[in-house]
């Protein structure tokens, strides 16, 4: 790698999961210490935290929120139990609005118990949307579905493709409800670029999201999200193919995965944003292109369709 070609991190976010071993503090002082300007949340340890609190940090530290996760899970076909998902949801919705950030992923959920009726629960995930849809958009958040790859069909999410997910957000309006593009999940689907074209056109691309494919997968498959470069996807034809399509929002690197928990996480950090650079955009990915050496990390603009989309933290209601 070589110090004399930085390459631009202006548009990179880690998401929190990539290095769960460390507290939101130190997640945050990592990435200004790195030049990142973004960070991906997760709700779990955001409300362990505080959410005003986990704002007020991350925002007094000069960064931007690009995503929370998640939201979700509508698939249940009993009353009940979808009465509490749609409340939960409006909870997560009020969380990212008051994070800053103007994107919650939402992962759909699988298959009810005992059921086998795929279309079945796509229609309730697209219910769903209908009644949280304009709650989100007063609230200056939108949707995001996020296609999963198709062996979490069963359990997790019943949208498996990018098509489908275009297909359930393109009843929408794509101020309420856009798609994940995840490298991990969408890298095998030969019918990905056409639906990332014509996502991009629509202006529904509301995250992009990188990982690596890597074999075997693990025990349970949940925690395959490989470090950059480890794995088989063309991550630069990603990332060309993605900003051809018009995006020019972050770009967030989401890794799940044992073998880098186990290790120091600044560590893990410092690796990611090289990784970053050397294999995505094929530079140094060394503070300088963004920010100069023990400067501030400038907060990422929004993922908005448009370039006159206002940055991170500022008010969109």
């Keep these: 790698m070589s110090p004399h070609a930085p390459v631009d991190l202006s548009r990179l976010s ?3 999961m990539t290095v769960k071993q460390l507290s939101l503090p130190q997640l945050v002082d990592a990435c200004v210490e790195s030049g990142v300007p973004g960070v991906g949340l997760w ?18 530290a000069g960064l931007g929120v690009t995503t929370l996760c998640r939201g979700g899970f509508f698939t249940t076909a009993e009353p009940h139990a979808r009465v509490r998902a749609l ?35 796509r229609e ?48 929408f309006p794509a101020e309420e409800v856009g798609v994940v593009v995840d490298t991990y999940h969408l890298w095998w689907d030969d019918r990905a670029p056409a639906a990332v074209a014509r996502a991009g056109a629509g202006g529904r691309i509301h995250s992009f999201q990188l990982a690596d494919w890597i074999t075997p997968l693990p025990a349970g498959v949940l925690t395959g999200r490989g470090q950059l470069g480890d794995g088989v996807i063309d991550l630069p034809g990603w990332y060309e193919r993605v900003d051809a399509a018009g995006y020019t929002g972050p770009v967030e690197v989401e890794l799940f995965n044992e073998g880098l928990w186990g290790r120091e996480g600044v560590e893990v950090l410092r690796e990611t944003v090289e990784r970053f650079g050397e294999v995505v955009l ?17 907060p990422l603009a929004s993922a908005g369709p448009t370039p006159a989309a206002p ?7």
């Design 282 to 298: 094929g530079g140094a990915a060394v503070p300088g292109g963004s920010v100069a050496p023990g400067g501030s990390a400038q």
């Design 43 to 60: 709700r779990e340890p955001v409300r362990a935290y505080g959410v005003e609190a986990a704002a007020r940090l991350v925002r007094d």
């Design 124 to 171: 309730r995930v697209a219910d769903a949307l209908a009644e949280l849809g304009p709650y989100a958009r007063a609230r200056g958040v939108r949707l995001a579905i996020e296609p999963l790859h198709p062996m979490y069909a069963s359990d997790r999410c019943v949208v498996s493709t990018l098509g489908q997910a275009l297909e359930l957000a393109e009843r």
């Design 14 to 16: 880690i998401n929190q």
């Design 311 to 317: 940055p991170f933290g500022s008010s969109v209601r």
């Design 87 to 121: 409340d939960d949801n409006r909870v997560a919705i009020d969380e990212a609005a008051a994070l800053g950030t103007d994107t919650l992923v939402l992962v759909s959920g699988g298959l009810p118990e005992g059921s086998r009726d795929l279309a079945g629960a």
